[in-house]
T-cell receptor, first 112, second 112 residues
Framework: DGGITQSPKYLFRKEGQNVTLSCEQN?????MYWYRQDPGQGLRLIYY???????QKGDIAEGYSVSREKKESFPLTVTSAQKNPTAFYLC???????????FGPGTRLTVL | DAKTTQPNSMESNEEEPVHLPCNHS???????IHWYRQLPSQGPEYVIH???SNVNNRMASLAIAEDRKSSTLILHRATLRDAAVYYC?????????????FGQGTELSVKP
């Protein structure tokens, strides 16, 4: 089955540690996105990539980093510089043009 | 970026039609109107999109005002599985990377 996988579903980390969230897609989509969602709020864009080896900052990129070495993969690193990292993180991909985005199931990150 | 305004919440009875409104008075001529919905603890899923004409698909219908300053998502027969947060989003030109800007959406509850 084609789709987007995110792992792990739940992640706990100690304050001051970096953590990397995985996002893999087998839809052959060119564009990929990372969003953050806080309780009761809409999604906010962190980073996006339209092509391999290229990515752009979204609205809330501070404290995050990404890489796009392969078309299928777009990992997100939450660094210790991110002041409030506890949130629900969602990855998405899109084939191109005005086509819709497909979302993964999300990773819920809790910083202890 | 053009903004959308939606009611915070709406209620519906099962098997009745639901009309979810969205205002977007500052929409530009090249903005597409997209609707996504998000079930609890899941990633959003695409519902429908349109530019000027009304659109129908297996999930819903989208009615767009003649001046394009408002639109309505229509669920023809609400089921309990339609209880979700519905987001109305304006999608700008392709050269903006296909970004989606989420507001807070409308939380739809469906009563049996």
């Amino acid at each position: 089955d084609g789709g987007i996988t995110q792992s792990p579903k739940y992640l706990f980390r100690k304050e001051g540690q970096n953590v990397t969230l995985s996002c893999e897609q087998n839809l052959n989509h060119d564009a990929m996105y990372w969003y953050r969602q806080d309780p009761g709020q809409g999604l906010r864009l962190i980073y996006y990539s339209q092509i391999v080896n290229d990515f752009q900052k979204g609205d809330i990129a501070e404290g995050y980093s990404v890489s796009r070495e392969k078309k299928e993969s777009f990992p997100l690193t939450v660094t210790s510089a991110q002041k409030n990292p506890t949130a629900f993180y969602l990855c998405a991909s899109r084939s191109g043009g005005y086509n819709e985005q497909f979302f993964g199931p999300g990773t819920r990150l809790t910083v202890l | 970026d053009a903004k959308t305004t939606q009611p915070n919440s709406m209620e519906s009875n099962e098997e009745e039609p639901v009309h979810l409104p969205c205002n977007h008075s500052t929409i530009s001529g090249t903005d597409y109107i997209h609707w996504y919905r998000q079930l609890p603890s899941q990633g959003p899923e695409y519902v429908i999109h349109g530019l000027t004409s009304n659109v129908n698909n297996r999930m819903a219908s989208l009615a767009i005002a003649e001046d394009r300053k408002s639109s309505t998502l229509i669920l023809h027969r609400a089921t309990l599985r339609d209880a979700a947060v519905y987001y109305c989003i304006l999608r700008g030109p392709y050269n903006q990377g296909g970004k989606l800007i989420f507001g807070q959406g409308t939380e739809l509850s469906v009563k049996p």
